[in-house]
């Protein structure tokens, strides 16, 4: 069992950044990949960013290239996302989940077990 706990969402006016991040317990191993996942209001659920821990091998979806840093902290077992010059519609819950397909699409979710966290509300609104 794993479990992961994300936090760090909140509200934002457009250009402004968040991290958010996920602590990860449980039966987890390093070398699984972990990804951010997000679904806003009215739309599907989307991949953002994943990375594999033990390597730092990272990528992003297209939405997120350029603005969003993914990085990990294996002895805090903690995911980040870090997000500049956020947008209104970068407003979603924002998931982590793993373990995942990590590609160029930013993630991919091909496994029949997977664990997700809670969720985390990002708001950008002026």
């Known amino acids: 069992q794993v479990e992961l706990v994300e936090s760090g969402g909140g509200l934002v006016q457009p250009g402004e950044s968040l991290k958010l991040a996920c602590t990860i317990s449980g039966l987890y191993k390093d070398y699984d990949n972990i990804g951010w996942f997000r679904q806003g209001p009215g739309k599907e659920r989307e991949p953002v960013s994943c990375?594999?821990?033990?390597?730092?091998?990272?990528k992003y979806a297209d939405s997120a290239k350029g603005r969003f840093t993914i990085s990990a902290d294996i002895d805090k077992k903690t995911v980040y996302l870090h997000m500049n010059d956020l947008r209104v519609e970068d407003t979603a819950v924002y998931y982590c989940v793993t373990p995942i397909l990590c590609d160029s699409d930013g993630g991919r979710l091909v496994y029949e077990q997977e664990y997700w966290g809670q969720g985390t509300q990002v708001t950008v609104a002026s």
């Open positions: 990375i594999n821990p033990r390597y730092n091998d990272t």
